[in-house]
């Protein structure tokens, strides 16, 4: 379980690192140490949606959602 743990913290760090370098929060905010990971990855998509755009103004997403179909019943 270390190994887990310790791939989420570095995952922590990088979305933290991100937000601090884009200007989205301050550096060095104990706030966003105590967030979860889920919290962290929120705050990151929600500020590339929010000021990463295209010139014709359409959002760009930086991740994909596949939806596996279900199969017919036959």
């Given at each position: 379980m270390g190994?887990?743990?310790d791939a989420v913290e570095k995952q922590k760090e990088l979305l933290i690192s991100e937000l601090e370098r884009d200007g989205k929060v301050s550096?060095?905010?104990k706030e966003l140490h105590s967030k979860?990971?889920?919290?962290l990855i929120h705050d990151h998509e929600e500020f590339v949606i929010m000021n990463h755009r295209n010139n014709y103004n359409?959002?760009?997403f930086n991740k994909?959602?596949?939806?596996?179909k279900k199969p017919?019943?036959?």
């Open positions: 190994f887990l743990r550096p060095n905010n979860t990971i889920s919290e359409s959002l760009k994909s959602i596949h939806i596996k017919n019943p036959s």
